[in-house]
């Protein structure tokens, strides 16, 4: 298969883009447009460079020591400090795909032709991408304000051709050897450049816009699970009827009323709810699924709005405006950024919650309508999924840990000239925990599910229903019977899950779900 290509211009990129280079390995190339415009914004810098008087970021310190002015001479070697003093992170590495995302995005603000860099450096970024060389970028170093400047500074330092970074083979070696091995000449940075490659949120943007993506396709796969469970619970679908949603006509309540209602067609589970013990309701975790999972749906949505005018953005401090001024100001804080990236983790939580109440509901033989007891063959002899739903509220319990937003604190730094900051940074890595916790959570109410409808002998499931239990068995994970090793079809359940695999059987009886 032909490998895609992503082309940067001058006016921002897509999110398709950005998941393009950070998951599928796309090659990049610059406009004749974008190399155009760092050509002429260069000009501007190289201009005010020669001129007495001194302009932040170009003929004066950073930070707090933005009071020097600097001479000619040590412009240079400026630049080079600033990436290497701010190359300081710490803790473990941080995931491949997010260093590329990162490096892209603050690519794409260089090719706005607001930095002021030369394209040269554009180019280099864009090669050590394309060989797919990684820089070495640590947990730690972000504050979410000025930049993400200790991740930003360990991708600038792989361009110097210093420090560690990873090869396409996965091995981590000076960055020196990887640029020699790729016929990639390491760049000297001339004023401004240092500051242009660290001043952005780049970082988080990047995270934001996979954890958007990820957060699509569980939607969905959570709907799925809902349904299946009320399935499961001889529930009512008659809530689910789109005239009792249009009346409270928030959209991501109605789509994800309408998905449910598409996996239930043609179901001879639901709506034995008036059968033995009968009951007028079903439980909240049932009946209000498409409430909780509909509110998450519109937050996504302002999530999605928020990276879209931030992949818009050219952040950098000081920037190069288009009628040639030079101004400082503040857009790199990650305030807009930040404050997103809790709330989804808010979402997660809530959405995680939820689907584990179903799932306890499915294992207790007093709220089952019928089932045995957790699900086993033989109760008593057998445990069934008693401690998949442990495992299940082990990880929810983590989730409403990780809701607990980032974006409230803020400690001072710079001697207290960067005063005020966003924490965008770790509000995005505890969002990639919580979104992986939430599609192991579903993936367990995916197996109960499954099972428990397997358990309803006499009854036929749903088409949709029929097509997934189908498809949950070609993926290795089992149903109903003894006791066995669990964890390898939890594990491939959460695989069935994260793959899409779930909605992919669903749509081959539906058609697209929302």
Known sequence: MDMQTVVVGTSG???????????????IELSAEALAALAASREVIETLAAKPDPVYGISTGFGALAVRHISPELRAQLQRNIVRSHAAGMGPRVEREVVRALMFLRLKTVCSGRTGVRPVVAQTMADILNSGITPVVHEYGSLGCSGDLAPLSHCALTLLGEGDAEGPDGVVLPAHELLDAHRIEPVVLREKEGLALLNGTDGMLGMLVMACADLARLFTAADITAALTLEALLGT??????????????PGQAASAANMLKVLAGSGLTGHHQDEAPRVQDAYSVR?????????????????????????????????LPDGRVESNGN???????????????????????AERRTDRLLDRSRSHGLPPFLAGDPGVDSGLMIAQYTQAALVSEMKRLAVPASVDSIPSSAMQEDHVSMGWSAARKLRHAVDNLARVIAVELVAATRAIELREGLTPAP??????????????????GDRFLAPDLAAADVFVRSGRLSHAVESVTGPLA
């Open 237 to 250: 679908d008659k809530v689910l009827a789109p005239e009792l949603h249009a009346v409270r006509p928030h």
């Open 13 to 27: 990129t897509s999110a398709e883009d950005v998941i393009a280079v950070a998951r599928g390995e796309a090659r």
């Open 464 to 481: 949709a229903t029929r097509a997934v239990l189908t498809a949950v068995r070609e993926a290795g994970i089992e149903g109903p019977g």
């Open 288 to 320: 209000c699924a498409p409430q909780v999972a509909g509110a998450g749906r519109d937050t996504l949505a302002h999530a999605r709005l928020v990276a879209e005018r931030e992949l818009a953005a050219a952040v950098d401090n000081p920037v190069v």
């Open 332 to 354: 790199f804080h990650g305030a807009p950024v930040a404050y997103v990236l809790d709330f989804l983790a808010v979402v997660a939580a809530d959405l995680g919650s939820i």
